[in-house]
């Protein structure tokens, strides 16, 4: 495969291969929109969240977009570059009291992403604010948000704190506001080795958004961060990965990155991000980047991720179909490095909150979950066979 990059595209729907075209300025002809489902045009424009962008390119060619798909496309962003005028001003609100509060915090997403990646907020969509602070400061910041109005919006079981390291944020909505905060204490959910709070500080930027400063990840940091969270979602958003065209496009030197993934064990999702961006939208040789591009085992995941435009997967809305959910099973473990396999299988010798809903013991006595773990494991399986028997 290596230099060719040759991902297969061809399953595609050609409302997504036209999306595509649009993305990168590509020349459209008749031809090409002859055959266009234009209401699955703008499902795809709305799954993708790919509309503010495809806004302004659909007005530059009304001999080929529909006047009526335009104004739709219109109404989607002018509604998004309100709601994103709003989130702006949370944030800067957000970032203002918990620094007055001695709160040191980094946002990972939000306006500020859409600002200096798109040179405009209104060019990227944002349903809510994710940041991170140190994870001694959680129970600091959660009173702090309860002043301000927010309720807690999940509540996290766990047993012998494994919340610590098993999930990485909890959320909290603002009623009147209809504002959602999601307060990251881990970049992703573990286990896995990440770098620490104090680093991510010291590499940090300023985002220019804001008279108030709000502070982001550092562009490498981003890149890698981003690229982990859209690999996790199998890039059912295409719009996470035009966010990595777009830092590609930011970035000079790649072999900063090629350290801090492969320190981190992201080699696979950095890999994967950049093959899709490399095939999908516009090409950019980068000091570093052949390496990636050169690799047969990061062409091979980007493959796998191609089933994701192919069927417009949604797994953020149960029930999420049995193929979807076998296949995605299956494609998170193919993105993970030896390291994280091993990581991930020794973690299951460690007590879930389920441990102790089903035998629960005394908190002094929660130690013997560990030794107890196989029989109680075992125990809910029979348990769950034996009811899935009775129910034929």
């Known amino acids: 495969m290596g230099k060719d990059l040759a ?31 234009w209401d699955n045009f703008i499902d795809l424009s709305i799954h993708h969240r790919l509309y503010p962008v495809l806004y302004p390119k659909a007005r530059q060619l009304p001999e080929f977009i529909p006047a009526h798909i335009t104004r739709h496309l219109f109404q989607l962003y002018q509604t998004n570059t309100f ?49 991170l602070i140190p994870v001694d400061d959680l129970l600091k910041v959660e009173t702090l948000l309860a002043e301000e109005g927010y309720v ?8 012998l704190n494994d919340w610590k390291w098993r999930h990485h944020h909890v959320a909290y909505y603002h009623h009147s ?38 502070y982001m990840l550092g562009e490498d940091d981003l890149l890698i961060y981003l690229a982990a969270h859209g690999a996790r979602h199998g890039w059912s958003r295409l719009r996470w990965l035009l966010d990595i065209h777009q830092l590609l496009i930011k970035h000079s030197d790649f072999t900063t990155v090629l350290k801090l993934s492969q320190k981190y064990y992201m080699l696979p999702v950095l890999g994967q991000s950049v ?12 000091e570093g980047i052949n390496s990636i591009l050169e690799n047969d085992k990061y062409c091979k995941l980007a493959q796998n991720a191609v089933f994701y435009f192919e069927n417009m997967v949604n797994l953020h809305t149960d029930p999420v179909p049995a193929e979807v959910s076998e296949y995605h099973e299956k494609y998170l473990l193919s993105m993970m490095s030896l390291p994280q396999k091993l990581l991930m299988r020794a973690s299951f010798l460690f007590p879930y909150p389920e441990d102790a809903e089903t035998l629960p013991l005394p908190k002094p006595l929660h130690f013997l979950y560990f030794p107890l773990r196989p029989f109680l494991w075992g125990w809910r399986k029979t348990r769950k066979h034996a009811s899935t028997l009775g129910g034929n």
């Open 7 to 37: 991902i297969e595209l061809d399953r595609i729907p050609r409302e997504l291969n036209l999306i595509i075209k649009l993305l990168n300025n590509d020349p459209v002809s008749t031809e090409q929109v002859k055959n266009i489902n």
């Open 83 to 131: 709601q994103m005028l709003q989130l702006t001003a949370e944030m800067e609100s957000v970032s203002k009291f918990l620094t007055e509060n001695n709160i040191p915090v980094i946002f990972l997403k939000g306006p500020m992403i859409g600002h200096e990646l798109y040179g405009d907020i209104s060019r990227r969509t944002c349903s809510d604010l994710d940041f």
């Open 152 to 159: 807690k919006d999940d509540y996290i079981q766990t047993v």
């Open 177 to 214: 506001k209809g504002i959602k905060l999601e307060i990251h204490w881990r970049l992703h959910p573990g286990p896995g080795k990440e770098p620490s709070f104090s680093d991510l500080w010291d590499r940090k930027s300023m985002s220019s958004l804001t008279e108030y400063p709000v």
């Open 275 to 286: 093959v899709l961006s490399y095939t999908l939208l516009n090409r950019k040789q980068l």
